[in-house]
Nanobody, 128 residues
Framework: QVQLVESGGGLVQAGESLRLSCVASGGTFSYYAMGWFRQAPGKEREFVAA??????????NYADPVKGRLTISRDNAKNMVYLQMNSLKPEDTAIYYC???????????????????WGQGTQVTVSS
């Protein structure tokens, strides 16, 4: 079983930056696509970003609201995936979840149902 643990959340003012980290254990990290989702109070869990395995080109996808502000990356030697968050807005406030799926799983990377393993989440709060 793969275990995922997020860290790096906190309270910041609008316009500031945070970097979220997720460390994986229990699997071959480089063979997995990794993703970030977020969930705000009263809302459904929504897609943020995903980065595929080198087995299928390391393709990166972003949700429209975060394009140009948030950047996903991975370090396979450390079994880690990151989310660099710049120019944060109050609407970015949410619990952020790290997730993983196999390199060639079918279906949109924006669909939470296609992912197999999930972390516990880390809270990001952006004040105006």
């Amino acid at each position: 079983q793969v275990q995922l643990v997020e860290s790096g959340g906190g309270l910041v003012q609008a316009g500031e930056s945070l970097r979220l980290s997720c460390v994986a254990s229990g699997g071959t990290f480089s063979y997995y696509a990794m993703g970030w989702f977020r969930q705000a109070p009263g809302k459904e869990r929504e897609f943020v970003a995903a980065i595929r395995s080198s087995w299928n080109g390391g393709i990166i996808n972003y949700a429209d609201p975060v394009k140009g502000r948030l950047t996903i990356s991975r370090d396979n030697a450390k079994n880690m995936v990151y989310l660099q968050m710049n120019s944060l807005k109050p609407e970015d406030t949410a619990i952020y979840y790290c997730t993983s799926r196999g390199a060639f799983v079918a279906g949109s990377v924006a669909s939470p149902g296609t992912y197999e393993y999930w972390g516990q989440g880390t809270q990001v709060t952006v004040s105006s």
